[in-house]
């Protein structure tokens, strides 16, 4: 009964997997006890119905667009000042331990960030939004990946580094790519869609549509 009610609740929010019939019910016990409390959590800060962790951080939330049943796993922090509307698309999923960062310093106002429908990214995530990301749908991706959209100018001998502020061109990744764990992406990365970033690549440049990519720095292995 309890993987039947799973199973629906599962076509419901359209997903289309068949769950393991061999996993103990006693798992799906503790998983809808779980969210239970989480999504208690949600309305109870936020007013929305939000799948929330425990020791999670938001800070101006009024800036955050949240979609359906989005989940923010524990101890995730979300810095919701930037210029544009922070947007998490339905059925997002940031895992623990990440932060979504939009203004790093008092002298840049961050661009923000927007996820789309139906991506997920696992724990200790960075997301580095100050000079903009943007996410398709459909995007998996493991854990320790991080987003750096700023580059640090550097070309003026007469000044420190970190007096000469900082430029960007934002990161770009499309629908239904699959990034490995710890891959690092940094300023004007764009991944194309229907791709694979391999774990560990240090992404720099745009990439096309259908391809695996990967190494340091990333490079095209082969198209798909």
């Given at each position: 009964m309890v993987k039947r009610l799973?199973?629906?609740?599962?076509?419901?929010?359209?997903?289309?997997?068949?769950?393991?019939?061999?996993i103990p019910i006693a798992m799906f016990v503790s998983f809808f006890w779980i969210r239970f409390w989480m999504m208690f959590r949600g309305i109870l800060f936020l007013q929305k119905?939000?799948?929330?962790?425990?020791?999670?951080?938001?800070?101006?939330?009024?800036?955050?667009?949240?979609?359906k049943n989005v989940t923010i796993e524990n101890?995730?922090?979300?810095?919701?000042?930037?210029?544009?509307?922070?947007?998490?698309?339905?059925?997002?999923?940031?895992?623990?331990?990440?932060?979504?960062?939009?203004?790093?310093?008092?002298?840049?106002?961050?661009?923000?960030?927007?996820?789309?429908?139906?991506?997920?990214?696992?724990?200790?995530?960075?997301?580095?939004?100050?000079?903009?990301?943007?996410?398709?749908k459909d995007v998996?991706?493991?854990?320790?990946?991080?987003?750096?959209?700023?580059?640090h100018n550097f070309k003026d001998k007469s000044k420190l580094i970190r007096e000469?502020?900082?430029?960007?061109?934002?990161?770009?990744?499309g629908n239904n790519v699959w990034i490995g764990a710890k891959v690092t992406f940094l300023d004007g990365s764009k991944i194309g869609n229907n791709s694979v970033v391999a774990a560990g690549a240090v992404v720099s440049g745009v990439f096309p549509d259908n391809v695996l990519i990967g190494g340091v720095p990333a490079k095209i292995l082969k198209e798909l």
């Open positions: 799973f199973q629906i609740i599962l076509n419901k929010l359209g997903k289309n997997y068949e769950i393991d019939q061999s119905k939000v799948f929330l962790g425990k020791g999670v951080k938001i800070f101006n939330a009024k800036n955050i667009l949240f979609g101890h995730v922090i979300i810095d919701g000042f930037a210029k544009n509307t922070i947007k998490l698309g339905d059925h997002v999923k940031i895992g623990a331990y990440s932060s979504i960062l939009c203004t790093s310093h008092m002298s840049k106002f961050g661009e923000g960030i927007s996820i789309g429908a139906n991506s997920a990214f696992g724990k200790y995530t960075e997301f580095g939004s100050g000079g903009g990301i943007n996410i398709g998996i991706a493991g854990s320790f990946i991080s987003f750096h959209s700023e580059n000469q502020g900082v430029s960007n061109l934002g990161i770009e990744i």
